[in-house]
């Protein structure tokens, strides 16, 4: 039986699906030359960076900025107790920046100061690995784009499950391959995109959904160990739960689709009016605090 060869024009138009899904792109606005910043929580060296590199670079004019050393897994944390060293070079006719903090640092440092212009676009990633459903608040990967929205500025991570069949390249053209239905304008300010894709070959890959975040914290697990001398340990880990349904992020991974979730930052918002409506009997609850004015001798 002969296999169907699949094309990339499915990947673009489910692209420019999601494009109108965040706000109405028009087609036109995706055209032009794009300013990117690129970076990332594996570390300057990391193919991930190296493969968004070759594909983004033809789209316009792209910069990186990434930790000098790995830092997965630090959340959205900062570095703000010490100065930070920044060295810069030229690779392929680009500027790459190796700094020495924390992945969010990094894109407030090149945003503030290492740049000459704000650019059109920052893509976090390629992680290895996919950051799914509440894992997303422990990824440095999706604080890099969550530091850019904070600025304005339209950003997406990126993150490829590990497995047998993962590819860097691949994954990357996908990348681009989003990064040109989006353009410039489409996304909506307030918000960022979280895209995983899944761990396969490219030609297996089904397509692209427009996710939510399965909200479900992962299953934790302790294993307790006793040392020689006597000391107690605990090695973690964790996995997901069985996918909560067809439109969450976690069953589109596994089920062999790119899964894009949007993303937004206000926290508040995303409690929603009825969970504020529940807690308002609180304000009637307190009596008004009183000052007492104190006289210093």
Known sequence: MRRRRRS??????????LAAACGGMAPEQSRGPLRILVTNDDGIEAPGLQALADALMPLGTVTFAAPRDPRSGVSHGVTSDRSIAVEESERQGATWFSIDALPATCVRLALEALLPEKPDLVVSGINRGENLGTVTFYSATVAGAR????????????????????????????????????????????????VNIPGLPRESIRGV?????????????????????????????????????????????????????????????????????????????????????????
């Open 8 to 17: 990339s024009t499915g990947f673009v138009v489910l692209a420019l699906l």
């Open 147 to 194: 530091e850019a929205a904070f600025l304005g500025i339209p950003s997406i991570a990126v993150n490829l499950a590990a497995g047998k069949g993962m590819d860097y390249k691949a994954a990357a053209g996908i990348m681009a391959d989003i990064v040109r239905a989006v353009g410039k304008d489409g996304i909506p300010k307030g918000a960022f995109l979280n």
């Open 209 to 297: 959904r427009i996710t939510k975040q399965d909200t479900r914290a992962p299953l934790e697990f302790f294993e307790k160990t006793v040392s020689p001398e006597g000391a107690t340990e605990y090695k973690p880990s964790w996995k997901h739960h069985e996918p909560a349904g067809e439109d969450t992020d976690i069953w589109a991974v596994r089920n062999g689709y790119v899964s894009i979730s949007v993303l937004g930052f206000d926290q508040s918002a995303a409690a929603g009016a009825t969970a504020r409506k529940s807690l308002k009997r609180l304000e009637s609850k307190f009596k008004p605090y009183r000052t007492t004015s104190v006289q210093i001798q």
